[in-house]
């Protein structure tokens, strides 16, 4: 059974950078043995609602948010078997619920099954 | 961007009756290389992530009950709820990953009546 943990700061100040970490339990994200396995994030707030973000996939495949996408990284790091968001130039904005997210594209696509626990963010000074 | 109605943004149900919620997408959702609405819905939960209930329309997912079930094709899709439990009233969200970006409706609240 997959798990995502989340780690991150909860306050980020304006024009920062905001860093979140999701750590994978469960499976490996290694694409030798991951070849299945997608990884995503998605923000939450109270004027947008849920907002997709970006996705890695085990092939290092990235699609971004177009109108994030001057501002996001994302990245996985296989030697810790976890995956990141970054987030530049943050305002308020930015202030959300984040998750990280996982699904698997096998011949076709399938949506996010696994969810991270999520991380409030606020953007203040 | 493909953009997700949600209506009714809410409503309220007893205990042991139906609930009906409908996603419209403002372009297809129909994959015709696999014949496949790349349409999701999700339940949430206060204070929790969102949990994939359906995919492909009407598919569902793993442990998912089958008091959930899901239907349409191409732009219209329904989320049928029977049977509503205590448990069942939260919010609901349809998200379409037929394209990126991929976005979701505003939600749905189901309430106790």
């Known amino acids: 059974q997959l798990n995502l943990q989340q780690s991150g700061p909860g306050l980020v100040k304006p024009s920062e950078t905001l860093t979140l970490t999701c750590s994978v339990s469960?499976?490996?994200?290694?694409?030798?043995?991951?070849?299945?396995?997608?990884w995503g994030w998605v923000r939450q707030s109270p004027g947008k609602g849920l907002e997709w973000i970006a996705n890695i996939y085990y092939s290092g495949t990235i699609h971004y948010n177009p109108s994030l996408k001057s501002r996001v990284i994302i990245s996985k790091d296989t030697s810790n078997n976890q995956f990141s968001l970054k987030l530049t130039s943050v305002t308020a904005a930015d202030t959300a619920i984040y998750f990280c997210a996982s699904g698997v594209e096998i011949a076709v696509m399938y949506p996010f099954a696994y969810w991270g626990q999520g991380t409030p963010v606020i953007v203040s000074s | 961007d493909i953009v997700m109605t949600q209506y009714p943004a809410s409503l309220a149900v007893s205990v042991g009756e139906r609930a009906t919620i409908n996603c419209k997408s403002s372009?297809?959702?129909?994959?015709?290389?696999?014949?496949?609405?790349?349409l999701a819905w999700f339940l949430q939960r206060p204070g929790q992530p969102p949990e994939l209930l359906i995919y492909w329309a009407s598919t569902r997912q793993s442990g998912v009950p089958e008091r959930f079930s899901g239907s349409g094709s191409g732009t219209d899709f329904t989320l049928t709820i029977s049977d509503l439990r205590a448990g069942d009233m939260t919010v609901y969200y349809c998200q379409q990953y037929y394209s990126f970006p991929w976005t979701f409706g505003q939600g749905t609240r189901v309430e106790l009546k």
């Open positions: 372009q297809s959702l129909l994959d015709s290389s696999n014949d496949k609405n790349s």
């Open positions: 469960g499976e490996s994200i290694d694409p030798i043995s991951s070849s299945s396995w997608y």
